[in-house]
């Protein structure tokens, strides 16, 4: 037996003769990076990241090709790269259901299905799945319409998002970072004046507290902040079973644990 792999297969649905090798590698391209992205969100912080590599491609009939990590760096372990890639096959489908941006995406990562698929007479539909998953998602024109609806601006407020910073990049624009929400798992992109630059920087990987005009979409999703302040947060103290040992000694009553468990299991 072959060595297990731990990517995304993806079948490009297409009349023969009609797929443009551009827009074959355009679908593989925008997965590339779709992947780079929910695995940031996926695991925020300090941690090596998955270079996405072309495993293989077929072209017998079928436009299917391939995508897996070129190597798992020794600080990754298998289950959080299939995270990532069961991560991005679940958000695929669940904008096939509604026009909500999923946990693990940003409004980046949402974007690029559209860009990856222009459904018509050269592309009928684009299916993901998960190699070490039977899944399938597939991107067609209900998951198209709902990406561009999910990353409509539907109203303007002053808010603030909370999250670990990460994603720090730099354009005419202005500065972008992503905050990625622990709870949610959602990413919000928020966008800084160049004099914020150290302050980021200074500030990556931590959790933080971003303040500004915040754009949500019609689901009341926020998508984007305008930054006009942020504060680092402490650390979450993580709690364990012995922390919480003894806090509520009387709640089982006369009974012992053991004839508590037996009597919530019969209800």
């Known amino acids: 037996m072959g060595e ?9 649905d297409a009349p023969r003769r009609s797929l443009q090798p551009q827009q074959y590698m355009k679908v593989l391209t925008e997965t590339r990076l779709a992947l780079q992205e929910v695995d940031k969100a996926a695991l925020p912080g300090r941690l090596p990241r998955l270079e996405w590599v072309i495993e293989d491609i077929s072209v017998n009939g079928v436009h299917r090709a391939v995508i897996v990590p070129q190597r798992i760096p020794v600080k990754r372990t298998v289950l959080t790269v299939t ?15 509604k026009a909500e ?49 999910a990353t409509q601006v539907g ?41 914020a630059r150290e302050q980021l920087r200074v500030a990556w990987g931590e959790r933080v507290r971003v303040a500004g005009e915040l ?19 402490p650390e979450l103290k993580r709690v364990s079973a012995w922390d919480i040992l003894g806090v509520a000694p009387d709640y089982t009553g006369d009974l012992t644990t053991e004839e508590f468990i037996r009597h919530a299991r019969r209800g």
């Open 4 to 12: 297990r792999l731990h990517g995304v297969e993806i079948v490009v």
């Open 83 to 97: 995270g990532t890639t069961v991560g991005l096959v679940r958000g695929v489908e669940s904008l096939r259901q």
């Open 101 to 149: 941006i999923p946990p693990l995406f940003s409004v980046a990562t949402v974007g690029r299905l559209p860009a990856m698929a222009t459904i018509g007479d050269q592309i009928r539909a684009v299916h993901i799945r998960a190699t070490d998953d039977d899944k399938v998602a597939t991107v067609d024109e209900a998951a198209v319409e709902h990406a561009k609806r």
């Open 155 to 195: 109203r303007r407020t002053f808010g603030s998002v909370e999250g670990r910073l990460e994603v720090l990049s730099r354009s005419r624009a202005g500065i972008r970072v992503l905050v990625v929400n622990e709870r949610t798992r959602r990413a919000v992109t928020v966008r800084a004046a160049d004099d």
């Open 215 to 233: 754009v949500r979409n019609p689901a009341g999703q926020p998508i984007r902040l305008d930054m006009t302040e942020m504060r680092v947060l």
